[in-house]
């Protein structure tokens, strides 16, 4: 079938079967055009407990379809493609984790969401790339272990002086492999053009930049700006998205190396198969994990508003 119309078949059988489709901005075209929402990690899950449907497949990864499922349990939800994950969510074991809280009594343990839901059930709170800022500062411990992403806790960190972090050595394969080359490789090519990056990258990289953001947050950001250039320190796919968006504006890649093959694995026609019923993966978690997991989750959404 052309592209066109599986996605008429799709918005058919989404009718049918009342099924929500919620997809991660990283996702291609196709699949934000069928989508009932687009957001970030924070958006997505504030809309995964609101929605009403009783079915919902989220189009990411899978930590975003376990956090769909820890907020609304009673929901079934589907990941289309299985072979989506994060793999920093994978980086860090339970037994690894438990061995750090020894290291460091007294710490309160802020997961970044990108984490299995395992580990999640473990820890005090979860934080997204848009909520870690105002959760980390409205906790009411003084001392922060920050897991599993160095690179966001510092970016945190450096926001809220009053506190104290401690760090683990994990984080995005991808983002984190950006350098200051890559900045002044791209800003010799486009002297014009702001920066703006996903705090996920490095502090050579954040610290030039003209705005650092969620994914939703750098769109909003580009939409917005009186400017006409920007440089996008974020998976190249936001390139794609804001050059379709803002046709009159232009879009650089910060690096052709900042891709993330589990965001692109997920094809349309997975989407289509899963809500047929011939595809995906209905997510199943254990007791524990749920009660433990949504537990973290639900502190995010509290503290985060
Ligand atoms: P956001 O919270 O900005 O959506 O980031 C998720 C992510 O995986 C970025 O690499
Ligand atoms: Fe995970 Fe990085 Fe891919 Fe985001 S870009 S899903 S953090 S591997």
């Known amino acids: 079938m052309k ?6 078949e799709i918005l058919r059988l989404k009718q049918e079967k009342d099924v929500c489709i919620l997809a991660h901005a990283y996702q291609s075209e196709p699949i934000l055009e069928v989508a009932d929402y687009v957001g970030d990690s924070y958006g997505l899950s504030v809309q995964a407990e609101k929605d009403p449907h009783q079915t919902i497949l989220m189009c990411g990864v899978r930590f975003m379809a376990e956090t769909c499922k820890l907020l609304s349990p009673q929901k079934r939800v589907f990941l289309p493609n299985p072979l989506a994950g994060c793999p ?6 339970v037994a690894e984790l438990e061995k750090l809280k020894q290291q460091y009594p007294g710490y309160a343990v802020a997961a970044y969401i990108n984490t299995t839901s ?3 059930a473990h820890c005090d709170v979860c934080v997204t790339s848009s909520s870690a800022v105002q959760v980390c500062k409205a906790m009411p411990e003084e001392n922060i272990l920050f897991i599993p992403d160095p690179n966001l806790g510092r970016y945190v960190a450096q926001q809220l002086p009053e506190k104290h972090f401690a760090f683990w050595h994990g984080g995005c394969p991808h983002h984190a492999a950006m350098g200051r080359e890559d900045v002044d490789r791209a800003k010799a090519l486009h002297p014009a053009a702001l920066l703006l990056v996903h705090p996920e990258c490095g502090p050579e990289v954040v610290a ?3 705005f650092v953001g969620s994914t939703t947050a750098i769109m909003d950001f580009a939409k917005q700006s009186e400017a006409e250039e920007f440089i996008i320190g974020t998976e190249i796919s936001i390139v794609e998205h804001l050059q379709y968006a803002c046709p009159e504006k232009r879009f ?3 690096s052709s190396r900042l891709t993330c093959p589990d965001m692109r694995i997920t094809t349309l026609e997975d989407v289509y198969r899963c809500i047929q019923g011939t595809g995906g993966e209905e997510i199943q978690l254990s007791d524990d994990v749920m009660s433990g997991a949504s537990r973290c989750i639900r502190r995010m959404i509290e503290l985060g508003n």
Do not use: H, R, S
Request: hydrophobic share 50%.
């Open 3 to 8: 592209v066109q119309e599986l996605q008429a």
């Open 252 to 254: 650089y890649p910060l």
């Open 118 to 120: 395992a580990l999640k």
């Open 88 to 93: 920093m969510a994978e980086q860090l074991e």
């Open 208 to 210: 030039p930049a003209d």
